[in-house]
């Protein structure tokens, strides 16, 4: 299983998105490179900070949270909440350089917690311990650079 607490699987990623130039086009989805690399930054801030609300509940904490943490890819057509949605209300991008370094600072913020860290629970799958959100944030980060041809 693919984790940024894996320090080779933390650096591909950041090689990815240093490679990242502003020319890239998405594959799927109505973000533009900007928007995602934002949405990456404040994603990467869910586990420290309440983005936003719980919207768990049993089915989404038992049965979803394993099958999309270890199983199911994440689909390309997934919506979000307007929180995270940087063609609403979400956060706006702040520079290509900017966003791409907050978004490597946050992979490395992440993928160093020890395992005992009190990370937040996740606004659809509930409490998730700091390796949870490890395999989560790079199922996430690598779905969206694949959106993008990195």
């Given at each position: 299983?693919?984790?940024?607490?894996d320090?080779?699987?933390?650096?591909?990623?950041?090689?990815?998105i240093?490679?990242?130039?502003?020319e890239?086009?998405?594959?799927?989805g109505?973000?533009?490179l900007?928007?995602?690399?934002?949405?990456?930054?404040?994603?990467?801030?869910?586990?420290?900070e309440?983005?936003m609300?719980?919207?768990?509940?049993?089915l989404?904490?038992?049965l979803l949270?394993?099958?999309?943490?270890y199983?199911?890819?994440i689909?390309?057509?997934v919506k979000v909440?307007?929180?995270?949605d940087?063609?609403q209300d979400?956060?706006?991008?702040?520079?290509?350089d900017?966003?791409?370094?907050?978004?490597?600072?946050?992979?490395?913020?992440?993928g160093?917690?020890?395992?005992?860290?009190?990370?937040l629970?996740?606004?659809f799958?509930?409490?998730?311990?700091a390796?949870?959100?490890?395999v989560?944030a790079?199922?996430?980060?690598?779905?969206?650079l694949?959106?993008f041809?990195?």
């Amino acid at each position: 299983m693919k984790t940024i607490r894996d320090e080779k699987c933390r650096t591909e990623l950041i090689a990815r998105i240093e490679k990242l130039t502003g020319e890239e086009k998405a594959a799927w989805g109505k973000m533009n490179l900007e928007q995602m690399l934002s949405h990456l930054v404040q994603s990467g801030q869910m586990p420290f900070e309440a983005i936003m609300p719980d919207h768990s509940n049993v089915l989404s904490r038992s049965l979803l949270k394993p099958l999309v943490l270890y199983v199911l890819p994440i689909p390309k057509d997934v919506k979000v909440g307007p929180e995270l949605d940087q063609q609403q209300d979400g956060r706006k991008p702040l520079g290509l350089d900017v966003d791409k370094a907050a978004a490597i600072e946050s992979i490395n913020k992440l993928g160093t917690l020890s395992e005992n860290h009190d990370c937040l629970g996740h606004p659809f799958f509930g409490k998730m311990s700091a390796k949870q959100w490890a395999v989560m944030a790079h199922k996430h980060i690598d779905h969206h650079l694949r959106q993008f041809g990195a």
